[in-house]
């Protein structure tokens, strides 16, 4: 099992910045791939970003230029640097980890940015 806890969320003027943290323990041996996907309200959760383990990323088009993810496979964290926040990246952000084809969520973290 791999256990996430997210942190860093709140609300934030359009323009503004966030950093978004999330720190894995337990079985996180062989973490493959760390990421960031959110919920709107009255949506479906949705890709963010994901990082690989060895630093190959993927982002949504709607945040590319303007979210950053990083991890530290040595602190067994997953950081996302938001800049630039649009009201529409209002949403619950949730950090997410594959190992072996399994995935885990972490509880999630709300993000409101306000026009």
């Known amino acids: 099992q791999v256990q996430l806890v997210e942190s860093g969320g709140g609300l934030v003027q359009a323009g503004g910045s966030l950093r978004l943290s999330c720190a894995a323990s337990?079985?996180?041996?062989?973490?493959?791939?760390l990421g960031w996907y959110r919920q709107p309200p009255g949506k479906q959760r949705e890709l963010v970003a994901i990082?690989?383990?060895?630093?190959?990323?993927i982002y949504a088009d709607s945040v590319k230029g303007r979210f950053t993810i990083s991890r530290s496979n040595a602190k067994n964290t997953v950081t996302l640097q938001m800049n630039s926040l649009k009201p529409e990246d209002t949403a619950v952000y949730y950090c997410?980890?594959?190992?072996?084809?399994?995935?885990?969520w972490g509880q999630g973290t709300q993000v409101t940015v306000s026009s």
């Open positions: 990082i690989t383990s060895g630093g190959t990323t």
């Open positions: 337990g079985s996180i041996f062989d973490i493959n791939i």
């Open positions: 997410n980890a594959n190992r072996y084809s399994n995935n885990y």
